[in-house]
């Protein structure tokens, strides 16, 4: 059996987000195969490889820790939608006529767009899959694009239903998850699997206890949309009944959170939870501000996603820099003394904070020895980032996905020169193919898709 190839970069500017490292100017990191070996000023080990990263700022890959990928597809046609459009015109009747070639399509060009911004880990929240083969295809896709991923699985809804219409008796399918298991997930991967579950803002309380456990019962990460008010939700105490029963902790991550008022977010950060905000989405959709403060006020991480790129952009940088933004926002508003989050701090939402809510925390989000060779190289020259001063300064308030020259995944080259490396044939076919289920999605749903005004 060969030997895992040792590949040198030699770092213009070095970002770890490691304490004990930090971030260093001129010093060279080793990888060999899938993992970080060293890091120092100079490796003095044999390498089989080198970059010249010289002008380049070496970093940790982003993790995007909440997207409806299998939407790709539908990319910008409701930037003038609100939240209830969305249910009424999308998720609520689009999305219930994809078949599993649908999921694969939209998968694998999220995914792939992912990878070419940054992003070298995504949880792939699928809440659109109705049967096993349509699992097993968004799992091909995430596999195809080499991007590492935490599939997601979601039960997706059966049929077309209005705003305030969605079924409350929404039971994970145990059947389906355990045959996931036994084929996709049979031997360990770059993908992994866990549960989007109905919890008590969406499902009654015999579904939201079911699902949960089934996600205990698995060994999985369960992961649940927290998008009302407490007298809006259908169980309103229905988290604080999970909690008192032992099951909520690290193993289960929140998304949005944005209607919780502090005492309820604290409870469940108290117990153990994550909380992902979708920044951006949030404005986009709802008259309430974003979970961060709440869930920094706590002494706690919150993580970033994107959500819905059918509203919003897909661009982790963008939604890091909105969610920096109106986090100090927030501060300066009600007069706080701590109004100026550091820049760093934001560097964590899409790095350290999202390896803790995927249970990865040391192995992704960070460079140092022993974690994934996840890696992602910024031109230092382009015009919006030179000169550089302090690079994590410039990574985020100046850098954007044009910036991204290379992206490393477990050790794998997946961009080079600022060019993903697939192969451009193959994905001018499968764009035509993307198009075409567009096309018949759109007409099947009565989904006027947005365009120039015909003569």
């Not at 490691?18 to 000023?41: C, F, H, K, P, Q």
């Not at 309820?264 to 951006?280: I, K, N, Q, S």
């Not at 990574?395 to 020259?405: C, F, L, P, R």
């Not at 994905?427 to 099947?444: D, F, I, P, T, Y």
Request: proline share 5%.
């Amino acid at each position: 059996m060969a030997s895992p190839k040792r590949t040198l970069i030699r770092c213009g500017h070095l970002v770890t987000m490691d304490g004990a490292i930090g971030t260093r100017r001129n010093w060279e990191l080793l990888y060999v195969g899938d993992r970080i070996e060293a890091i120092a000023e100079r490796v003095d080990q044999p390498w089989d490889d080198v970059i010249d990263a010289s002008g380049m700022i070496v970093m940790p890959g982003l993790v995007n820790m909440h997207l409806h990928t299998f939407q790709a597809g539908f990319r910008a046609i409701g930037s003038e939608w609100l939240a209830p459009d969305y249910f009424r015109n999308f998720y609520g009747n689009a999305a219930t006529r994809f078949g599993p070639e649908d999921n694969y399509l939209g998968t694998l060009f999220g995914a792939l767009n992912q990878l070419n911004n940054g992003v070298t880990t995504l949880a792939d929240y699928c809440h659109n899959v109705r049967t096993l083969e349509q699992a097993e295809r968004s799992v091909d896709a995430l596999v195809d694009a080499g991007i590492r991923a935490v599939f997601i699985h979601g039960d997706g809804l059966r049929e077309p239903a209005l705003p305030g219409a969605l079924p409350a008796r929404r039971l994970h399918p145990r059947e389906r998850v355990e045959a996931l298991q036994r084929s996709r997930f049979a031997t360990p991967g770059r993908v992994t699997l866990a549960l989007g579950i109905a919890g008590p803002h969406w499902a009654d309380w015999e579904a939201s206890l079911a699902n949960v456990r089934l996600a205990r019962d698995l060994g999985l990460i369960a992961s649940s949309h927290v998008t009302r008010p407490h007298a809006a939700a259908i169980v309103p105490d229905g988290y604080d009944r999970l909690a008192a029963m032992g099951l909520l902790g690290p193993d289960h991550n929140l998304v949005h959170c944005n209607h919780l008022t502090a005492d309820e977010l604290g409870r469940l950060l108290d117990a153990g939870c994550t909380v992902t905000a979708t920044t951006t989405n949030e404005f986009h959709d709802y008259p309430s501000d974003s979970a961060l403060r709440k869930v920094m006020d706590r002494g706690h991480r919150p993580s970033l996603g994107v959500d819905v790129e059918a509203m919003v952009s897909g661009d982790l940088w963008r939604e890091m820099q909105t969610a920096l933004l109106f986090a100090r926002n927030e501060g300066l508003r009600h007069g706080r003394p701590d109004a100026m989050i550091p820049v760093k701090t934001a560097l964590g939402w899409v790095t350290a904070a999202g390896a803790q809510a995927l249970m990865m925390e040391g192995a992704i989000g960070v460079l140092k020895p022993g974690a994934k060779a996840d890696i992602v190289l910024l031109r230092a020259g382009d015009l919006n980032l030179f000169p550089v001063h302090d690079p994590v300064f410039s990574i985020v308030e100046q850098a954007h996905a044009g910036n991204v020259d290379t992206v490393i995944v477990d050790g794998v080259t997946r961009k080079r020169d600022g060019r993903l490396l697939v192969e451009a044939g193959w994905l001018s076919r499968l764009g035509e193919r993307l198009r075409q289920s567009v096309a018949r999605l759109a007409h099947e749903s009565g989904l006027a898709l947005p365009g120039p005004a015909q003569p």
